[in-house]
């Protein structure tokens, strides 16, 4: 589903590699501006070369589209068969994450900006 003049918004994904399979539905974070101006936005940034007038350019970018494409919710399931729901920030950086696995273990882990658990319920022996 796209986003009024805008990028994909929300959509099922089905996806298999040698790894396995995954699916589910992913829900991504776009611009609150139309995706044109967007493009726009980045193609003028990119035109002068390093100096303080692509930085102000760059900042402006991050301001308004920085987020553009974050995945901000993913639930489904994994390569290794685990039962998901996946929880991002505005850059995309998985925080929180439910999981049930192909066995029936389930955990919730809190994540840090880098994606490593800082806790998991119940804790990991």
């Not at 501006?33 to 100096?51: C, F």
């Not at 993913?74 to 685990?82: E, H, I, L, P, Q």
């Not at 505005?90 to 800082?118: F, H, K, S, W, Y």
Request: glycine share 8%; aromatic share 4%.
């Amino acid at each position: 589903m796209d986003q009024h003049r805008g990028d994909q918004a929300l959509g099922l994904i089905s996806d298999e590699t040698e790894a396995g399979r995954t699916a589910g539905m992913t829900v991504w974070d776009r611009p609150d501006v139309p995706l044109p101006e967007v493009v726009a936005r980045y193609e003028t940034l990119q035109r002068p070369p390093a100096g303080p007038e692509r930085a102000r350019l760059e900042a402006e970018f991050d301001a308004c589209c920085a987020s553009f494409g974050a995945t901000r919710v993913f639930v489904g399931k994994s390569r290794a068969r685990d039962a998901m729901l996946g929880l991002s920030d505005a850059r995309g950086r998985e925080r929180l994450r439910l999981v049930v696995t192909a066995e029936g273990n389930a955990r919730i882990e809190l994540l840090d900006e880098r994606g490593r658990p800082t806790a998991t319920f119940p804790e990991r022996r």
